[in-house]
């Protein structure tokens, strides 16, 4: 957890004298006397002092090493600049609290986690909401609108409250987009649909027979291995395995996948039919230079079908290549997975409105094993729930909040630039942003 937790931070540096604003996430948390030495001490530590055996547990220290944590913070030094300050520290309990950080060309944001046995040490540390000044200042969600705007390609961007009709703010909500591994959603989906009809259960188990996965952790499992659909959907979430999709995408069935896509909501789920794998679309896309991906996209739909089980099935997963090696965008705008902006809100709106059902809290609680850029809102929203991609020139992030007063709304964006690839920081930046501004408004 503190290797996973510390990747995003790039670094850090702060002033132990810095002032120190406390609030609370709830009237009835207060500041422990241990978070407030142990937070002492990380200032002193992130500002180039102190003693790291006194401050981190063991687990820790063994997970992020001294000589990564020094190149952590030399690297947060290099994207904002000399450290400030602490702005604020809210408790999220006794021994959890979340912190703003500021810098001389941006903020941050960090939790930090204790130890409940004595002498309480730092267990966890993550550096979240990376925000230049520039960003940090956008002052409305028109205002992000406008930077995604701004940014090389072609961006979506949607604010939604589910209990309104109209989006807080939108940029070409329905114009749809490559949207990488986002497309999982609507696999989860159609494994909840099939639970919720009685076809299936969550711990029904699928024996791998040794066909061709791509990278994931079910590829090097031994044939005969027994997995269940929970950990298989759970690792498709968590970490976008994309091994666990295939095996997933396979046992649902390419067809009610396909047609799944019009239930949560997808207008412009045509464009992802047939319904691909993800290997079938690294195949495509890196076989002879994208000349297997070219014949595909040159047939209708019924000579695609034939295509996907026969000559891209009998293509060996090797004749791949070294395809994103170099970075370079390859067919995102015909040869992807497309939603649009709305697509994905009324997505995410389709599993809010089955939040008061078994098979709906546990799709719910499934989406919020990687909360992605909503990690930085810890303490400030009840829930947080996460689905993104990403491809040479592709992002998208999508967000399921609700807010501390009981308001569920999705954040959503896409940035497509078939000719490079995108500024991945920037774009996280802008939507942190948002995050920000939404729970605020």
Known sequence: MARKALRAAAGLALLASAPLNVTSAADDVPVSD????????????????????????????????????QALIASLQRQLGTATGIESLTPIGEREATLRLTFAKGTARAWIALSPQAPGQVTGLRVTGIMPTDIAGLASLDDVAAAFAAAPGKAGFLVQDLEEDSPAAALRGERPLAIGSAFKLVILAELVREIDNGLREWSDTITLGGRELPAG????MPPGTQVSLRLLAEEMIRVSDNSATDVLLTELGRTRIEAMQARIGFAHGARNIPFLSTMEAFKLKGVEGGALGRRYLAQDTEGRRAMLVGDVANMPGRAVGDLFADGRPVMIERLEWFASPADLARAMRWFKGRKDSVNGQEALRILALNPGPAASLAGEVSYAGFKGGSEPGVLNMTVLLEDRAGRWMVVTASLNNPRAGVDEARFHALLTRALELAIKD
């Open 34 to 69: 241990e978070l407030r030495q142990r937070s002492a001490e990380i200032l002193t530590i992130l500002s180039g002092g102190g003693d790291p055996a006194t401050t981190f547990a063991p687990s820790f220290r063994k997970a992020v090493p001294d000589a990564q944590m």
């Open 217 to 220: 952790g079910f590829r090097a």
